[in-house]
């Protein structure tokens, strides 16, 4: 018998706020380091190429870390980025997210939590789209939702381009993406 106690968002609201960043996966805690510049310039650059491309065509809403996305009463995550399309918007509260987001974007920290955990963890709570962003060896995954999992990636790399359905005309240059 396992008496061990899954944590919920009650949980979570009574961490510290310290600057530290906290994630609970299948009621389990996760904590990470402060990420690294790569990792903050490539999420960046993703988040202003969406926020850019929402700004002059509309479609949604995007947002960057750090902001509670409550995907289940024991999952909740702080993704790097985050996009919400038009006909989502309703999962938007003043201070979090409840509900599956449009598209989710982690920028690799830790590799197997960001393709194993988190990808499960996703595609249960019903994110259409996945994008893990490797900033180590310049690619970025694709995952899209089929049924109750995600299919095999699309692996992009420099020279490929990054597009999202949601949001036609979007388009990220993974060579000005991973640009040392």
Known sequence: MNDTK???????????DDGV?????????????????RHQDVAGLIYVSLHNHIKANGGGRTFIAP???LL??????EPDVIFVADDRLGILHEKH?????T??????????????RKRNVYARAGVPTYWVADPDSDRVEVYRLHG?????????????????????GLRIELAELFQR
């Open 97 to 101: 997210l409840i509900g599956a987001p």
């Open 103 to 116: 598209l989710l974007v982690e920028v690799v920290s830790d590799s197997r939590t960001d393709r194993v």
């Open 67 to 69: 902001l509670d996305v």
């Open 148 to 168: 109750i999992s995600y299919a095999k990636p699309d692996i992009l790399e420099p020279g490929e381009t990054l597009t999202l359905d949601e949001l036609p």
């Open 21 to 37: 960043r906290r994630e609970i996966l299948e009621g389990e805690l996760f904590v990470s380091p402060s990420p690294v510049l």
């Open 72 to 77: 289940g009463k024991h999952d909740i995550v």
């Open 6 to 16: 899954l944590l919920t968002y009650e949980d979570f609201l009574t961490f510290p």
